[in-house]
């Protein structure tokens, strides 16, 4: 055999950044090229990444997510290759295989209100079946969402994306309508129109990490009900007990989403899979005859690895603990640095639940750090945020994100199995950086030079 993966990795692995730039998004290198992201690394285990040298780095975003057990669990690796040795007979499209069906099965064990289950490929694909689902259960064909919101980037997940940037040059899209986070007035004046098939919401937004106010999601999911339209429940990056519970909209008494998007952590960081979780009614209106067998499907959708992926990814769940590690974790990690607000002017705020944290930076008092902070802000907002990242990866080996475009937030989503060694490791990092920032170290507020000129070269 002809074909060797380790050889050709060994070969032309340290091209990795110019084949990229040559034959893929050519401004992905060129950003990590400039802000100092350019990393080569090797192997990755749990929580942690390992360059050429063996030094560790603490993985504080988890693949956006998708890393929710860590990365390489052994229970997963072990399952993947037992389904590879099992050579079923996949994916025949004319008979039904039992993973499915048990994955499906132990999904809808953790909200018992719903009944079935489509699995696809990704987080906007489940998202893309949400709003199908709901436009042919309903009759109606207008979606509702919420501004800053992010549901993915296909046509129909654009069409309810409350980020412009996003949106910008790829209309026409679909005619839905956005409201503000916490609306119920906006909410009822556009559910009186009577075109509105359902209302899509994530419990915690990931731009910027921010909650609706309490009960809201309870009283929405009434006013929607009222009107015949539904509640669907984006639960792609707050799932899989991101959150402390294993999902978000749980938090909140009373709340049952008719329909439930989930994807990200469910692969095990193996092989992609999503699934939108719903009613009995709604599936059973969507496939009212066999005539309509096929009205909704996806060819990959039910491939025997990512049925295992999943199942051996909530056996690791439940084994570890970690949606109660979540919750114990990140209220140790919230806790520490909600501590350290009254002592940074330039941090205004910590807040999230579980192990999904946003901290905002916002304008200083004293003199010296607002004419600095106004010099960011003048030429692109969200580059302190910026500013405060790269030296967590430069100098403490600790890899962050902003939490979104022109946002002073930073979102931690690290994988579950964290400990309270990775939060010491995390805060005395941030803890360093703060103080640099407010001493004005010249290493940082040169960086933010840097940034300067290449937000105002961007314009």
């Known amino acids: 055999m002809s074909f060797d993966l380790g050889e050709l990795l060994a070969a032309r692995g340290k091209e990795r950044y110019e084949l990229h730039a040559r034959h893929l998004n050519h401004q992905l290198p060129r950003m990590l090229h400039t802000i100092g992201f350019d990393k080569v690394y090797e192997r990755a285990e749990g929580a942690y990444f ?81 709003l199908k689902f709901a436009r042919y259960a309903t009759g109606k064909p207008r979606v509702l969402y919420c501004d800053h919101a992010f549901h993915g980037l296909t046509t129909g997940s654009l069409s309810v994306n409350g980020e412009s940037g996003f949106r910008d040059g790829f209309a026409p899209l679909l005619p839905d309508t956005a409201i503000e986070l916490g609306d119920l007035a ?74 439930v998007c989930v994807a990200k952590a469910l692969s095990g960081g193996y092989v992609p899979v999503g699934a939108t979780l719903g009613k009995d009614w709604i599936f059973k209106k969507v496939y009212s005859s066999m005539d309509r067998v096929l009205v909704h499907s996806a060819s990959f959708a039910t491939n025997a690895q990512a049925m295992a992926a999943g199942l051996a990814t909530l056996s690791v769940m439940e084994d570890e603990e970690l949606v109660a590690n979540a919750r114990a974790t990140g209220d140790l990690l919230r806790g520490r640095l909600e501590a350290l607000v009254p002592k940074y002017e330039l941090l205004k705020e910590v807040r999230g639940r579980g192990l999904m944290i946003g901290i905002e930076f916002g304008r200083p008092k004293s003199l010296k750090l607002r004419s600095r902070w106004t010099m960011l802000q003048a030429a692109r907002k969200g580059l302190f945020a910026q500013m405060v990242v790269v030296p967590l990866l430069q100098r403490h080996r600790i890899l962050t994100q902003v939490s979104g475009d022109h946002l002073e937030v930073i979102k931690l989503i690290p994988p579950l199995v964290v400990g309270e060694k990775d939060v010491d490791r995390f805060v005395d990092a941030f803890t360093q950086v703060m103080d640099d920032a407010h001493a004005g170290g010249a290493l940082m507020w040169d960086f933010g030079k840097t940034l300067v000129k290449q937000a105002v070269a961007n314009r």
């Open 50 to 130: 390992f360059d050429e040298e063996g030094n560790d780095y603490l993985d504080m975003l988890a693949g956006f997510g998708v890393m929710g057990i860590g990365r390489h669990h052994p229970v997963v690796r072990k399952a993947l290759h037992d389904v590879l040795d099992a050579g079923l007979a996949d994916l025949t499209r004319f008979d039904c295989q039992p993973l499915p069906g048990l994955l499906a099965e132990k999904l809808l064990s953790y909200t018992p209100h719903l009944d079935r289950v489509f699995f696809g490929n990704s987080g906007t694909e489940a998202v893309e079946t949400a």
């Open 186 to 259: 906006a909410l009822e004046r556009e559910l009186r129109k009577g075109d509105v098939a359902g209302f899509i919401v994530e419990p915690i937004q990931g731009k910027g990490v921010l909650e609706p106010p309490p009960g809201f999601l309870r009283a929405a999911q009434e006013l929607l009900h009222r009107y015949k339209a539904l509640l669907i429940a984006d639960e792609v990056q707050t799932g899989m007990g991101r959150t402390g519970d294993f999902f978000a909209y749980q938090h909140e008494d009373g709340v049952e989403p008719d329909l």
